[in-house]
């Protein structure tokens, strides 16, 4: 019913930078919240940072001041522009929304597959 495709990754040296978009589609009635997710080898899965539809922003300690999430809600699309990049910042990241496909039902947390960032000399 919902899609989300991921775009923007890649390698980057250190001090680089890296912008992220994540488009959603499909049977869409509102978005609340958009956000990404990191997961680096060996470790779990972290929140990185949020945005609700009136465009409060929520970040991870690790990334506030590197960081900066926006959203097009005319195109249902999240973005992430991550500057000042850290090789502790590789990850597959991926984006969720929580959606409500009508306007009576409930919200539903759907993901995209993820985009690889490497930073790495």
């Not at 890649?10 to 997961?39: D, E, F, K």
């Not at 500057?83 to 990850?91: F, R, V």
């Amino acid at each position: 019913q919902v899609q989300l495709v991921e775009s923007g990754g890649g390698l980057v040296q250190p001090g680089g930078s890296l912008r992220l978009s994540c488009a959603a589609s499909g049977t869409i009635n509102s978005i609340n919240v958009m956000g990404w997710y990191r997961q680096a080898p060996g470790k779990q899965r972290e929140p990185v940072a949020s945005i609700f539809s009136g465009g409060s922003t929520n970040y991870a300690d690790s990334v506030k001041g590197r960081f900066i999430i926006s959203r097009d809600n005319a195109k249902n699309t999240v973005y992430l522009q991550m500057n000042s990049l850290k090789p502790e910042d590789t990850a597959v990241y991926s984006c969720n929304a929580v959606v409500r496909t009508t306007s009576w039902g409930p919200y539903g947390v759907y993901w995209g597959q993820g985009t690889q960032v490497t930073v790495s000399s």
